[in-house]
């Protein structure tokens, strides 16, 4: 059965870096594309990007200029990095795998970690 | 980007009602839609792909239709453990994914 663990920081200040890790046990890592998505607090959800086993990555536009989804594949592991982080960036993140074989839609989700940027 | 807006936002509705709701996109998008059900505090669980396809697992009460720019999502026979927020999501086109606001189903 394919689990997604993740962790990180949980409390940031205004400009520092997001950094959290994604970890997939069972199943293939490399058939797939694994993604970040975020939930702001009451809020709808917002697709951040994916990576794949090789690196090949794409990002929301709203995102580019300060996210970085990087891929360890060895360890089956993906992280995200967000620069620069102010309050809009307070969310719960959760990494996803993006499945083909269901229209690529996100079939397996992480527990969700809460971010929370404040002074 | 493909902008998905869902209607309502909220609805009440009584255990074993059939509710529906709709999600329409900015643009065609063929059947490259997704619906998810999310509780408080859990992550989404995907329910429906490809417009109408069940997702394994998921029971038969929930459907989904719907081809282009507008598509419904129908569960028939609401039980306790529905009442919960819906999300829409279309694969379409990407970057970016985009996802609905939210339809969240509450008790009457």
């Known amino acids: 059965q394919v689990q997604l663990q993740q962790w990180g920081a949980g409390l940031l200040k205004p400009s520092e870096t997001l950094s959290l890790t994604c970890a997939v046990s069972g199943g293939s890592f490399s058939g797939f594309y694994w993604s970040w998505i975020r939930q702001s607090p009451g809020k709808g959800l917002e697709w951040i990007g994916e990576?794949?086993?090789?690196?090949?990555?794409d990002y929301n536009p709203s995102l580019k200029s300060r996210v970085t989804i990087s891929v360890d594949t060895p360890k089956r592991q993906f992280s995200l990095k967000v620069s620069s982080v102010t309050a809009a960036d307070t969310a719960v993140y959760f990494c996803?795998?993006?499945?083909?074989?269901?229209?690529?839609?996100?079939?397996?989700w992480g527990q969700g970690t809460l971010v929370t940027v404040s002074s | 980007d493909i902008q998905m807006t869902q209607s309502p936002s909220s609805l009440s509705a009584s255990v074993g009602d059939r509710v529906s709701f709709t999600c329409r996109a900015s643009?065609?998008?063929?059947?490259?839609m997704s619906w998810y059900q999310q509780k408080s505090g859990r992550a989404p669980k995907l329910l429906i792909f490809a417009a109408s396809k069940l997702q394994n697992g998921v029971p038969s009460r929930f459907s989904g239709s719907g081809s282009g720019t507008d598509f419904t999502f129908t569960i028939s026979g609401l039980q306790p453990e529905d009442f919960a927020t819906y999300y829409c999501?279309?694969?379409?086109?990407?970057?970016?994914?985009?996802f609905g606001g939210g339809t969240k189903v509450e008790i009457k």
């Open positions: 999501q279309q694969t379409y086109e990407t970057p970016p994914l985009t």
């Open positions: 990576i794949n086993h090789s690196g090949t990555s």
């Open positions: 643009q065609n998008m063929s059947i490259n």
């Open positions: 996803a795998r993006q499945n083909n074989d269901v229209d690529d839609a996100f079939d397996i």
